[in-house]
């Protein structure tokens, strides 16, 4: 690329970005709004906390000065936006029982405060961590939605959870999203009642007391959501899974709560026959066994054996498929069976994982091990689905024409939404001499999208004149599939088009593709009557009980904004293009803000050349001996994590002011010509210097020299799940402590401690390691549709910005994607193209 080509397009990026700053920087104004509320609601929380503590302890008088409200996220980190969240860590170290603590009631308190207040307040009790979600000015009714809500869980109606709500889990950077909704539902307890299996007794770490728990799997629900189950309570017992980074660091202590937690995974899953099986397995400890150094276990390898055993008991049971089975595949079936019978004494946790990860994914990669377990993602669409169906078929060889009957079958097993998994079952019923895997994928097409074009049209997301034309082209859709020659010896079934549906067929190619239209995406949250405006209802925030590890998270990319003053304005600027361009959302698949700013601080710090930030975590200076825990807690590790980096703010700023921390001049506009082309494409960089980042195999690392570490070896491959909490049924009974002045807080507490967890299979499409939470995927929530929208954004950002090299200049970088447009995306005329087996536009 030449010199000019270069510096036109380093213009341009610079001029855009003068003109975000401009627009888009938070204003004074605004930040003093904020802080007023912020220093509200700190005042109440510090008379409901210190009330609180004198009530339980008459000599334990705790000084509000101790309680505070926190900020971190984007407002404190030096990144924030215009109408940028608010986002608090509730921090009391004084109090006896810790917000966070298990079974505290302070969350409960500080809600109904704010009621009280005026406030439009509601309380997430069964995320990751609990969080308050605060508005400052609720309207009429939304206020007295959520008293009404109160006043539910005090009479314990609804088990702690808020009907409807899709609640999420926070990020490190204080972002909240979540995945998408689930038919499946799996219940937990904590402080169980009568001893049962997979109930155990620990003494936490934050209370000193003994508290009891009960890890029980769901008869209906995966491995996956039960493991994220136990990964949970292991959290709320104060324990942490062992890692090669933290093993040096395990205590007796840790061990006795990872062991504890391990062996009730064992004994509460639901299948029993599996869970004796397991359980003789010489690598497991059995049930009971006093804990000493030669039987320690990690919470994940023992997940990836029970999930392995699982995996071949069906794979071995399934008669149908037995055609499919290859002899190569007992090569890895008998490597895996090896490693179950390893000695117990002979395990070193950490590498055992790697070796059991390793040969798990061989596993899963025998052919008709992945026909058997695919499955579609919620937000799938049918033809993506099929073409991964068809994907698996293809590896499978010449086996796959032995056993056409078992692959249909598998096909219609996996489709996600039960209503069309019926609706094809008994299709192919009526209809067995379209038992093929292209006729089961065109009925699946089909039927799908007659539903979204019936869903589209009655939320009135087309106009009335289309209205009519798609009724027509629905009820076409509807009728059966038709067998056509398409070359000699060769047929496909679709839905022809009729001789006198030409203008009607016209008409619907120049459509909208519902699939895109927001109602029609599977959330849940639009019918949600509790969820707050997003405008006029004043400050909005949230109060987060766990931020310890946020704040470190905060303070870090803080202390980045301060190492150049390129930072600062690169991600601002990169931050407007994701949200003009439609792909900042967790909630729709894409990725968070937070996302962005370590993809641009990665560019920075391991890209750039030369850099133009040093890699504060490679650069944390050596941990004085004499610190306290409390400054051990606050410096070197944090809830099992280790969040040592250079923190110095004021000697960061004083050398970064001096031009002593890089030798890099390059102009914003530059480094971003550079951000766009790295992870445009996979090709070496223009400049000479490496490669374009690999979405495929590569992790962004921040914490790690050089930045990126494969998905091999974090273990990062293969189908996941996200976890959220829904509605549970049942009712629950409310314990209230005796009645006290009437401005006294009461601890209610509903008896029951059981939740329903939503689990959301998503994949590994993206991967980027949190920076402390080094086992947490920052990009978990994208899915097959969001990957495949970051990278066409990526791609047209480098795509216009090499035409502005040669001065041409037609396409709108920042242009509003929900106020472009254009021609129907080609993506539904291919889909059209499939049912009706014509040539796409």
């Known amino acids: ?28 104004a605004e930040i003093a ?14 008379e ?81 961590v609990p969080i308050i979600k605060i508005c400052e000015r609720p309207p009429v009714e939304l206020l007295r939605g959520l ?9 314990g109606l609804d088990k702690d959870v808020q009907s409807g709500t899709a609640e999420a889990e926070p990020d490190n950077d204080g972002s909240v999203y979540g995945g998408d909704d689930d038919d499946h539902t799996q219940s937990a307890t904590a402080d169980a009642g009568p001893s049962s299996l997979g109930e155990f007794e620990i003494i936490c770490k934050d209370s000193a007391e003994p508290q009891r728990f009960q890890l029980q799997q769901g008869p209906k629900n995966s491995l996956d959501s039960y493991y994220g189950l136990a990964k949970r309570i292991l959290r709320r017992a104060g324990g942490f899974d062992i890692t090669a980074s933290n093993y040096r660091d395990f205590m007796e202590a840790d061990w006795d709560i990872l062991n504890k937690v391990c062996d009730a995974f064992i004994q509460g899953l639901a299948d ?79 590498s055992y994982n790697r070796e059991l990860q390793l040969a798990l994914e061989r596993i899963k990669k025998i052919p008709s091990v992945q026909l058997l377990l695919l499955e579609q993602e919620q937000q799938e669409t049918p033809a993506q689905y099929y073409t991964r169906m068809t994907n698996v078929i293809n590896s499978l060889r010449g086996s796959a024409s032995a056993a056409p009957h078992a692959i249909v079958r598998r096909y219609v097993d996996g489709v996600f939404h039960e209503e069309l998994r019926h609706q094809l079952s008994d299709y192919l019923e009526q209809f067995p001499e379209q038992a093929t895997i292209q006729a089961v994928g065109c009925r699946h097409k089909s039927i799908h999208l007659a539903n979204e074009l019936e869903k589209a049209v009655e939320s009135n997301l087309y106009d009335a004149v289309s209205v009519p034309y798609i009724t027509r082209y629905v009820e076409l859709l509807r009728q059966p599939l038709q ?69 470190q998270n905060t303070l870090l990319l803080r202390c980045y904004s301060h190492t150049d003053p390129r930072v600062r304005p690169m991600i601002l600027f990169v931050k407007h293009w994701a949200k003009m361009r439609g792909i900042n959302s967790g909630y729709r698949g894409t990725l968070s803000s937070y996302g962005y700013v370590l993809m641009v601080l990665h560019y920075l710090v391991n890209v750039a050349q030369p850099f133009v930030c040093p890699n504060l975590q490679q650069l944390a200076p050596p941990p004085p001996s004499n610190l ?31 031009n002593q921390l890089n030798r890099n001049t390059e102009s914003v506009g530059h480094l971003l010509r550079g ?59 409310t314990q209230t402590a005796p009645a006290q002045l009437n401005s006294q807080p009461q601890a209610a507490q509903p008896a029951t401690k059981g939740g329903d967890v939503k689990e959301i299979r998503l994949r590994y499409l993206f991967a980027i390691e949190d920076p402390f939470e080094i086992d947490h995927n920052v990009a978990r929530t994208v899915t097959h549709n969001g990957i495949v929208s970051i990278r066409n954004e990526f791609r047209r950002a480098w795509r216009i910005l090499r035409a502005a090299g040669n001065g041409d200049v037609q396409e709108n970088l920042l242009q509003d994607i929900e106020e472009e447009e254009g021609n129907v995306p080609a993506t539904f005329q291919q889909l059209l193209a499939d049912i009706h087996d014509i040539t796409p536009v």
């Open 272 to 350: 029993v026959s599996l869970r004796d099986h397991v359980a003789t397995l010489p690598s497991i400890a059995p049930a009971g066994m006093p804990s000493n150094a030669a039987h320690h276990r990690s919470l994940f390898g023992l997940f990836m054996q029970v999930e392995g055993e699982h995996i071949l008991r069906r794979w071995e049971s399934w008669q149908e498929g037995l055609p499919l089975k290859q002899l190569e595949d007992d090569k890895w079936i008998r490597q895996w069976e090896s490693l179950q019978q390893k000695p117990l004494f002979d395990i070193d946790p950490v």
């Open 628 to 658: 306290s825990p409390a400054e051990m807690q606050s410096t070197i590790t944090c809830r099992g994590y280790n969040i040592q980096f250079w923190r110095n703010e004021e000697e960061i700023i004083r050398l970064a002011s001096q």
């Open 48 to 128: 409901v906390i210190c009330q609180f503590e004198e009530q339980q302890d008459m000599n334990n008088r705790i000084p509000p000065i101790s309680v505070e409200l926190k900020c971190f996220g984007s407002l404190a980190s030096g990144f924030a936006t215009k109408a940028s969240d608010l986002d608090l860590g509730l921090v009391s170290p004084l109090s006896k029982i810790p917000p966070d603590a298990p079974g505290s009631p302070i969350p409960r308190l500080i809600e109904k405060a704010f009621l009280q207040a005026g406030l439009g307040a509601r309380l997430l009790s069964r995320t990751r």
């Open 483 to 551: 067998m056509r020659v398409t070359a000699p010896g060769k047929t496909r079934y679709v839905v022809p088009i009729p001789a006198d549906f030409a203008a009607t067929f016209a008409k619907i190619k120049t459509l909208t593709d519902p699939h895109t239209l927001a109602p029609n995406q599977p959330r849940e949250r639009y019918r949600d009557p509790l969820e707050f405006p997003k405008t006029d209802v004043g400050v909005q925030c949230d109060i987060n009980f766990s931020a310890h590890l946020a704040l």
């Open 147 to 155: 008293h009404d809500e109160r006043e539910k869980w005090e009479r």
């Open 1 to 28: 690329m030449r010199l000019d080509e270069v510096t036109n397009q380093a213009r341009l990026l610079d001029m855009l970005c003068s003109q975000v700053l401009a627009h888009s920087e938070i204003d004074r």
């Open 33 to 46: 709004e904020k802080e007023a509320f912020r220093q509200r609601i700190q005042h109440i929380c510090r």
């Open 675 to 733: 951000f766009f082309e790295y992870y445009a494409q996979t090709g070496l960089m223009s400049n000479g210097h490496g490669r374009g980042f690999d979405w495929g195999r590569n992790v962004l690392s921040l914490r790690t020299h050089g930045g990126i570490l494969s998905k091999q070896e974090k273990g990062w491959t293969g189908a996941k799940t996200v976890y959220e909490v829904q509605n549970a049924a049942g009712g629950s009974t």
